[in-house]
């Protein structure tokens, strides 16, 4: 559990894996994937990035075990290049509680540039966050 806090007060450091700029449409607490959306095997992924920056949360990289640690104010998630498990544990000290692990059928990747993609459908076990695919696209919005 510390490991996770410190992990989500780094400052950005080595997070360049995830520098390349995508056109994301931003409103408040809501981010639009449209053409930055990659299928694979009928999953819909997304930059994390990009995620991460549109929905205001902080995201570190650990190059050493490949993974990311995308927080928010209250939760927390750990996402590792290849391993299809995802679980939402807390964010700040004192306070108890995480998700069952969940299995989405799909692990995140990092594609040739660097960039991790993960599952759309991981945000919604991030708690506090709603995941719609249609024709616009996919929403990713915050939960009032």
Request: charged share 20%; with cysteine; proline share 3%.
């Amino acid at each position: 559990m510390i490991a996770v806090l410190v992990g989500c007060s780094m400052l950005w450091g080595s997070v360049t894996a995830f520098a390349a700029e995508e056109e994301v449409q931003e409103t408040g607490a809501e981010v639009v994937f449209q053409e930055e959306i990659v299928t694979k095997n009928g999953v819909s992924y997304i930059p994390l990035r990009q995620a991460a920056d549109g929905l205001g949360l902080s995201l570190t990289w650990n190059r050493e075990e490949r993974a990311a640690v995308l927080c928010s104010e209250m939760r927390s998630m750990k996402l590792t290049e290849g391993v299809d498990l995802y679980v939402s544990t807390a964010a700040q000290e004192g306070m108890i509680g995480m998700t069952a692990p969940m299995e989405l059928g799909a692990a995140p990747f990092v594609d040739e540039n660097g960039k991790m993609y993960i599952p759309a459908e991981a945000f919604s076990v991030l708690v506090g966050y709603e995941v719609a695919e249609g024709e616009g696209g996919i929403v990713i919005s915050q939960r009032a």
